[in-house]
Protein backbone atom coordinates (compact mmCIF):
# COMPACT_ATOMS: atom_id res chain seq x y z
CA UNK A 1 0.00 0.00 0.00
CA UNK A 2 1.31 3.44 -1.24
CA UNK A 3 0.53 6.54 0.85
CA UNK A 4 1.44 9.96 -0.09
CA UNK A 5 1.37 12.66 2.51
CA UNK A 6 1.60 16.79 1.65
CA UNK A 7 1.03 19.82 3.91
CA UNK A 8 0.31 16.93 6.71
CA UNK A 9 -3.15 15.81 4.53
CA UNK A 10 -2.28 11.55 3.94
CA UNK A 11 -3.81 9.70 0.93
CA UNK A 12 -4.13 6.29 0.08
CA UNK A 13 -2.45 5.86 -3.68
CA UNK A 14 -4.75 3.05 -4.91
CA UNK A 15 -3.15 0.61 -6.58
CA UNK A 16 -4.61 -3.11 -5.83
CA UNK A 17 -7.23 -4.37 -3.61
CA UNK A 18 -6.33 -4.99 -0.42
CA UNK A 19 -7.38 -8.36 1.15
CA UNK A 20 -7.36 -9.30 4.44
CA UNK A 21 -5.36 -12.10 6.20
CA UNK A 22 -2.31 -11.28 4.22
CA UNK A 23 0.91 -10.81 6.49
CA UNK A 24 2.76 -9.39 3.51
CA UNK A 25 1.60 -6.38 3.03
CA UNK A 26 4.37 -3.11 2.73
CA UNK A 27 2.61 0.05 3.58
CA UNK A 28 5.35 2.97 2.13
CA UNK A 29 5.47 6.80 2.59
CA UNK A 30 5.96 9.63 0.50
CA UNK A 31 6.60 12.18 3.01
CA UNK A 32 7.46 15.79 2.02
CA UNK A 33 10.44 17.46 3.44
CA UNK A 34 9.00 18.86 6.87
CA UNK A 35 9.38 15.08 7.98
CA UNK A 36 12.82 14.65 7.05
CA UNK A 37 15.40 13.62 10.09
CA UNK A 38 12.22 13.17 12.20
CA UNK A 39 11.02 9.86 13.71
CA UNK A 40 7.91 9.25 12.30
CA UNK A 41 5.37 6.61 13.66
CA UNK A 42 2.32 5.66 11.60
CA UNK A 43 -1.16 4.30 12.87
CA UNK A 44 -2.97 1.80 11.77
CA UNK A 45 -6.74 1.71 13.11
CA UNK A 46 -9.04 -0.95 12.29
CA UNK A 47 -13.06 -1.05 14.48
CA UNK A 48 -11.80 -0.89 18.05
CA UNK A 49 -8.57 -1.96 17.39
CA UNK A 50 -5.12 0.21 17.39
CA UNK A 51 -1.65 -0.23 16.01
CA UNK A 52 1.30 1.33 15.84
CA UNK A 53 4.79 0.98 13.78
CA UNK A 54 7.84 3.40 13.53
CA UNK A 55 8.98 3.83 10.06
CA UNK A 56 12.29 2.55 8.88
CA UNK A 57 13.13 4.08 4.95
CA UNK A 58 9.55 5.27 5.02
CA UNK A 59 8.19 2.03 4.75
CA UNK A 60 6.64 -0.75 7.55
CA UNK A 61 4.77 -3.80 7.68
CA UNK A 62 1.24 -3.66 8.20
CA UNK A 63 -0.08 -5.42 10.79
CA UNK A 64 -2.26 -8.56 10.10
CA UNK A 65 -4.59 -8.07 12.53
CA UNK A 66 -5.46 -4.72 11.42
CA UNK A 67 -6.58 -6.11 7.75
CA UNK A 68 -9.78 -7.10 8.83
CA UNK A 69 -12.84 -6.77 6.40
CA UNK A 70 -13.83 -3.22 6.75
CA UNK A 71 -12.15 0.62 6.68
CA UNK A 72 -8.35 0.44 7.77
CA UNK A 73 -8.08 4.25 9.01
CA UNK A 74 -4.10 5.14 8.78
CA UNK A 75 -2.15 8.49 9.82
CA UNK A 76 1.66 9.60 10.87
CA UNK A 77 2.38 11.74 13.42
CA UNK A 78 5.57 12.77 15.15
CA UNK A 79 6.09 14.69 18.68
CA UNK A 80 5.38 17.59 16.83
CA UNK A 81 2.85 16.91 14.26
CA UNK A 82 0.65 14.55 12.63
CA UNK A 83 -1.85 14.04 9.36
CA UNK A 84 -5.08 13.28 8.93
CA UNK A 85 -6.56 10.15 8.98
CA UNK A 86 -7.05 8.27 5.34
CA UNK A 87 -9.21 5.08 4.62
CA UNK A 88 -8.56 1.99 2.95
CA UNK A 89 -11.32 -0.30 2.33
CA UNK A 90 -9.92 -4.14 3.32
CA UNK A 91 -11.97 -6.75 1.58
CA UNK A 92 -12.49 -10.01 3.46
CA UNK A 93 -10.17 -13.13 2.78
CA UNK A 94 -11.64 -16.51 2.47
CA UNK A 95 -10.67 -16.76 5.70
CA UNK A 96 -12.81 -14.39 7.05
CA UNK A 97 -15.47 -15.26 5.05
CA UNK A 98 -15.81 -18.54 5.70
CA UNK A 99 -15.17 -18.20 9.51
CA UNK A 100 -12.13 -20.44 11.57
CA UNK A 101 -10.81 -23.23 9.63
CA UNK A 102 -12.50 -26.23 10.68
CA UNK A 103 -11.53 -29.40 11.85
CA UNK A 104 -10.34 -32.10 8.88
CA UNK A 105 -12.98 -34.47 7.94
CA UNK A 106 -12.65 -38.22 8.68
CA UNK A 107 -10.85 -39.93 5.81
CA UNK A 108 -12.48 -43.09 4.33
CA UNK A 109 -11.11 -45.57 6.66
CA UNK A 110 -12.31 -43.72 9.73
CA UNK A 111 -15.65 -43.24 7.80
CA UNK A 112 -15.81 -47.06 7.55
Known amino acids: MRFV ?7 YIYENISIGDN ?4 ATFDLDDEWVGLTVTVRFINGDKMVERVLEDNACVI ?4 LRKGKLRVGVYT ?3 TTTPCEVW ?14 PSDD ?3 QI
Open 5 to 11: VRNRQIK
Open 90 to 103: ITESIKQYGGTTPA
Open 63 to 66: PVEM
Open 79 to 81: AEM
Open 108 to 110: VYT
Open 23 to 26: ADYI
